[in-house]
């Protein structure tokens, strides 16, 4: 038997609340060893894993991590929200009652990490001394070592976090099990896997994975689906899955924040790690502080909206990521950052990694390279030759003081003040470059119907999005009538609230194609407009769907775009936007408790939509 509390004495964590429940779990899973780690134990458990053969080095200071070709993203059908109250299911949470999850969780568990050490990983999603902090200590269960190691990039981890809090209780439960990965049926009508959180008892419990979100506990289903449902039980925040940027103009000293949300493909990434066009350099500095998370609250003395980044880190998609579309990203992965690459392709011999889109084309001696499912790529056979060298979604995995723009700021337990919050999805028609709202109400709507085109091969219907409210769809953890609400209720404090807007990069020429804007570090150009705007240094043109800039308001030296694109990027389609009405009408109908507010502002936009035609 291992003796839980002379390894817990040994480690200084004193929090008695967490030495019960490290114990109860040792006992469930029957794991062989416990460590309890720091993020000042990454370079030794590195060693360990490389030596263990778990991670591969790729250069200097980089490494290199290949999953169970099965496991290699979220499985939004295994992932349950579960809580005791049945009025917190919605259209996407995947509710079931905590009564019947709780227990078949912990049976899949009971001595499934027998032979195996369990990792003991205190973190804070939060900078320390934040006003939200209360809600974002965790401690991590893993058999997994690799889990730590990407957990110590994406959170605060050490001790000092969990043995210090007021309230010793107010820590997020979270277990993860990898399981026997190839006997777990994944896909099949036998699939074991369970990603669990049950919201209302702050408890997470994922069986099945070494993954990304499925394993780095502290990532989405805290950071997310737990924050999201704290947020709303305690009516103090919201939790979303946005990017948040500043802007400062150098000229007169003014600083901007704006944070975002976009479904996927839609070039969060891309924002969050911009850099200001080469014309526009001198001028304007772009800081990073997130790229996927944002919790917000409304400052009561000033009567502003704050947000801050939880993690630590970025778990960034590989694919596509380069020079041009995002030269951001490449420097926080160069050599020396401790970066950690999954499921790229990688070259046993030189150790360099490489994805679709890094380069034009694939290096041409393939003496070496292997692709992510560790096969050689030089003995492919011919019907193999156009298969993928790395998985889609391959990733990096570095943290936050690595990426060279990062803010100053980005650990102020103060969070930085919001001018914008913008919503994006991939549209090839219809929607604007940017549009604008003041109204709460109709920025929330908005939001709720925010969308990406479908796959329409997958999804059906030309000219209908797949909508993903808020870019929450995979992350919702309560009703989501209930969650409008909310997001009425916490902006609706504030005195000075945010501008509303809505971007798109990726409007399309009908005859040949084209993207009509040339995007990637252009794109500052139109937040730049929507700040001036809120400022009221820019008026815009009204329409039925909001304030769109005039072309003269635009910062456009320098930029490659053409009179006729930018006529129909800077104009609506009166016709699409009155066929979106009705599909964003029946999406809505499927939301119980949808606060009249937003029926309201669908309203409105309907009727200017129908006067506009006349």
């Given at each position: 038997m291992v003796d839980v509390d002379k390894i817990l004495d040994e480690a200084g964590l004193k929090n008695p609340q967490v030495r019960d429940y490290v114990a109860h779990w040792a006992e469930v899973t029957g794991a062989a060893a416990i460590e309890v780690v720091n993020a000042s134990d990454d370079a030794r458990l590195l060693a360990e894993a490389v030596a263990a053969g778990e991670l591969l080095e790729a250069g200097e200071g980089r490494y290199y991590s290949r999953s169970y070709y099965k496991?290699?993203?979220?499985?939004e059908e295994r992932t349950i929200v579960a809580t005791n109250n049945p009025q917190d299911a919605g259209a996407y949470n995947n509710w079931r009652p905590a009564s019947e999850m709780k227990p078949l969780l912990e049976e899949k568990m009971r001595g499934a990490s027998q032979g195996k050490t369990m990792y003991v990983v205190p973190y804070l999603m939060a900078p320390p001394g934040s006003p939200l902090e209360p809600y974002a200590a965790g401690v991590e269960l893993t058999d997994a070592r690799t889990v730590v190691l990407h957990m110590i990039r994406m959170a605060r981890v050490g001790v000092d976090h969990i043995n210090n809090l007021a309230d010793q209780n107010s820590f997020v439960r979270a277990v993860h099990v990898t399981g026997d990965l190839e006997n777990l049926g994944h896909g099949t009508d036998e699939d074991q896997r369970y990603f669990v959180t049950c919201a209302d008892e702050r408890t997470i419990l994922h069986f099945g994975?070494?993954?990304g979100g499925n394993a780095l506990l502290g990532k989405i289903a805290h950071g997310l689906r737990q924050a999201a449902y704290d947020g709303f039980a305690s009516g103090k925040f919201l939790a979303e899955q946005f990017m948040l940027l500043g802007i400062v103009d150098k000229e007169t000293g003014k600083k901007y924040h704006i944070a975002g949300g976009f479904p996927s493909a839609s070039g969060k990434t891309n924002l969050a790690m911009t850099l200001a066009p080469d014309a526009l350099g001198d001028r304007y500095y772009v800081e990073f502080y997130g790229d996927d998370i944002a919790w917000i609250w409304v400052n009561e003395e000033d009567g502003r909206a704050y947000a801050f980044n939880p993690e630590n880190g970025v778990f960034g998609v590989a694919k596509d990521t380069n020079e041009k579309t995002n030269p951001t990203a490449l420097d926080s992965i160069a050599e020396g950052t401790g970066v950690i690459f999954t499921n790229v392709a990688y070259n046993e011999k030189t150790h360099e990694v490489w994805?679709?889109?890094?380069?034009?084309?694939?290096?041409?001696?393939?003496?070496?390279?292997l692709d992510w499912k560790g096969e050689a790529i030089a003995r492919r056979g011919l019907g193999e030759q156009g298969e993928p060298w790395a998985h889609p979604n391959s990733r990096f995995t570095t943290a936050l003081d690595n990426v060279p723009n990062v803010a100053d700021g980005y650990d102020d337990p103060r969070g930085v003040p919001l001018d914008a919050i913008i919503f994006g999805g991939r549209t090839r028609d219809r929607e604007p470059l940017v549009r604008a709202f003041t109204d709460l109400a109709e920025g929330v709507y908005d939001g709720m119907t925010l969308g990406a085109e479908a796959t329409f091969a997958a999804e059906?219907?030309?000219g209908q999005l797949r909508y993903d409210p808020m870019s929450m769809r995979p992350f919702m953890s309560y009703n989501e009538g209930d969650y409008a609400k909310h997001w009425l209720d916490v902006?609706?404090?504030?005195?000075?609230?945010?501008?509303f807007a809505h971007v798109n990069w990726f409007q399309r020429d009908p005859e040949d194609g084209h993207?009509?804007?040339?995007?990637?570090?252009?794109?500052?150009?139109?937040?730049?407009?929507?700040?001036?705007f809120k400022n009221g240094e820019a008026k815009g043109t009204p329409t039925p769907?909001?304030?769109?800039?005039?072309e003269d308001e635009l910062l456009l030296e320098g930029c490659e775009v053409t009179p006729a694109d930018l006529d129909t990027i800077l104009s609506i389609d009166v016709d699409r936007w009155k066929q979106e009405m009705g599909f964003r009408e029946e999406h809505l109908k499927q939301f119980d408790r949808l606060?009249?507010?937003?029926?309201?502002?669908?309203?409105?936009?309907a009727q200017a939509l129908e006067d506009a035609d006349r």
């Open positions: 496991d290699t993203a979220r499985s994975s070494s993954y994805w679709e889109g890094k380069t034009k084309n694939p290096p041409e001696d393939l003496d070496g390279w059906g219907v030309e902006l609706g404090r504030a005195t000075d609230a945010p501008i993207f009509l804007w040339p995007g990637y570090r252009d794109n500052l150009r139109a937040l730049l407009w929507l700040v001036a769907v909001g304030v769109i800039p005039t606060p009249e507010a937003i029926w309201e502002a669908h309203r409105r936009v």
